[in-house]
């Protein structure tokens, strides 16, 4: 028959193990208690609310301190008096910041719409106590304000616009008015218009019968073919004309080359008149031609040569 196994140091291990598991558990409650500052101390705060009441808060409410969260809403009673009174519990680190002069602000996180929450103001004046302190809770103005001044500026655009609105209506019923006039310019303009066109079409003139007349219709259109023919036999000259016009500076230049030489060939026929005159006063009196020519026709002579 075999023997039983026998554990040695049974109830250490079992200890042991006990031990490790409890540690554990104490370890993570230290850190969850730490990471909910379950170990920090905290603070008790009164808060005392206006007349129309607490705002929407409610208990739990957060508390807010230079963009973190410290702490919460605890309660919110009503005293023998009739006052709405609460309370709130703040972090011992930023109770630094809360003073007497602090104000707890009511907001609301969606600006108008969500949760009511509360901001803390950063105060300047004495310490508060680690209890029993109190501080005033007010509504925040600010957005009461933005929101205002929002409404005043759409109230004056609205305005604006509906006296822009008022007044286009304005003109155009004047000017609805004025075109259904029957003695106003548009409508004598177009009885005008309405005539001349009865008159163009029924009338003794051009205008009815070229309207009227196919056949004329048809001479007056060949009789614009031959016109527009007309114009591109103007526009060649015209371009011809172009041509000569531009050619004339040439032209020009050399008459006034030309008339430039005629003082060197009226010089230079002078030159042989005088020569010639000198000529003919030598053959007057070579012996061999002198008794054949008379006085006479010697000055006949000279008077042409000269």
């Known amino acids: 028959m075999a023997k039983k196994f026998k554990f040695r140091y049974v109830n250490e291990i079992v ?3 006990v031990m490790l598991v409890v540690l554990l558990l104490l ?3 230290l850190v969850a208690g730490r990471a909910q500052h379950w170990f920090e101390p905290m603070y008790d705060i009164e808060l005392q609310f206006p007349p129309e009441g ?3 808060l409610l208990k739990g409410a957060e508390v807010m301190l230079l963009g973190a969260r410290v702490g919460s809403v605890q309660d919110i009673s009503v005293d023998d008096a009739g006052n709405i009174m609460g309370s709130i519990r703040v ?3 930023f109770m630094r910041f809360v003073r007497k002069d602090s104000i707890a602000l009511v907001k609301k996180k969606m600006v108008v719409t969500g949760d009511a929450y509360i901001e803390l103001t950063r105060g300047t004046g004495a310490e508060l106590p680690r209890s029993g302190g109190s501080i005033a809770c007010e509504k925040d103005t600010e957005i009461m304000q933005m929101l205002e001044e929002a409404l005043e500026r759409l109230e004056k655009e609205a305005e604006h616009t509906l006296g822009l609105v008022n007044r286009a209506i ?3 019923t004047t000017l609805a008015g004025a075109m259904n006039d029957p003695a106003g310019n548009l409508q004598q303009m177009l009885a005008s218009a309405n005539g001349l066109i009865e008159d163009l079409r029924s009338g003794p003139g051009l205008p009815a019968k070229i309207l009227n007349d196919p056949g ?3 001479e007056v259109e060949g009789l614009l073919g031959q016109v527009q023919e007309l114009m591109t036999k103007v526009n060649a000259m015209a371009s011809d004309l172009q041509a000569v016009s531009a050619s004339l500076p040439e032209l ?5 080359d030309e008339v430039d030489d005629l003082p060197v060939v009226v010089g230079e026929a002078q030159t042989l008149m005088r020569e010639t005159t000198v000529l003919m006063e030598g053959l007057q009196r070579h012996w061999f031609l002198r008794k054949y ?3 006479d026709d010697a000055m006949l002579a000279e008077e042409v040569l000269y």
Do not use: K, L, N, W
């Open 27 to 29: 370890a993570g409650v």
């Open 293 to 295: 020519m008379e006085s």
């Open 216 to 218: 004329m219709a048809q």
């Open 170 to 172: 304005e003109e155009y």
């Open 91 to 93: 972090r011992g680190s």
């Open 15 to 17: 200890g042991a193990f």
């Open 54 to 56: 607490s705002m929407d």
């Open 252 to 256: 020009v230049s050399t008459v006034a």
